[in-house]
């Protein structure tokens, strides 16, 4: 089974703060993604990325950045956090025309 | 684009009944279907995927169906139990010109009482 790991786990941060939250996946996989889970939004995509040092936005890209170093590795960044940044935040991959998206356990940020 | 719907956000039974959660969609062309259940404090974890040409796909107490004709997708859980309580999401595969992606629903609070 896919392994999605990510980090922090939860990170308290200030306004206006650069943040990274960092996904690492073992499995060769081509797709990563980043995911915002906020109460009655379900999951709502970032940003993606199908190969590395490529990436593509998602619907709700608007104040995050993204980056593929390489095909483990995907990064999300908040150069200037704001309050409704907070959320969890969610990393997945999957193999190119796969099915199956393997979720990260999450992280949760709080902006104050 | 693509919009899914899901209903109830919240579910309370008792352990033993069903649990029914509906989602629909609005693209006719979507294909890929796929029930997520997230657990306290964890990831997604993919429950079932379900392809178009199906109506009906049974595994370990969960049953899904698949009107086409609606675009209407149903998660049942048979005879809930409390290991069940989790956040539950219905998804959509939908395709760009830079690779595919997935929709979610808002997701159902499943609450399952002893």
């Known amino acids: 089974e896919a392994a999605v790991t990510q980090s922090p786990r939860s990170k308290v941060a200030v306004t206006g703060g650069k943040v990274t939250l960092s996904c690492h996946q073992t499995?060769?996989?081509?797709?990563m993604y980043w995911y915002r889970q906020d109460t009655g939004h379900g999951l709502r995509l970032i940003h993606y990325?199908?190969?590395?040092?490529?990436?593509e936005k998602g619907d709700i890209p608007d104040g995050y950045k993204a980056s593929r170093p390489s095909q483990e590795n995907f990064s999300l960044i908040l150069e200037l956090a704001s309050l409704s940044q907070t959320a969890v935040y969610f990393c997945?991959?999957?193999?190119?025309?796969?099915?199956?998206?393997?979720f990260g356990p999450g992280t949760r940020l709080t902006v104050l | 684009g693509e919009q899914v719907e899901q209903r109830p956000p919240h579910l309370s039974v008792r352990e033993g009944d069903s649990a029914f959660i509906i989602c629909t969609y609005t693209?006719?062309?979507?294909?890929?279907f796929y029930w997520y259940k997230q657990e306290p404090g964890a990831g997604l974890q993919l429950l079932m995927s379900v392809f178009s040409n199906v109506d009906r796909k049974e595994e370990q107490g969960l049953t899904v169906l698949l009107n086409k004709k609606d675009k209407r997708l149903s998660l049942n859980l048979t005879a809930a139990h409390p290991g069940d309580s989790a956040v539950y999401f219905c998804a959509v595969r939908v395709y760009g010109s830079s690779g595919n992606k997935l929709i979610f629903g808002i997701g159902t609070l499943l609450s399952v009482k002893p």
């Open positions: 990325s199908y190969v590395a040092d490529s990436t």
């Open positions: 499995n060769n996989h081509d797709y």
């Open positions: 997945a991959s999957s193999d190119s025309g796969a099915h199956e998206q393997y």
């Open positions: 693209d006719s062309a979507t294909a890929y």
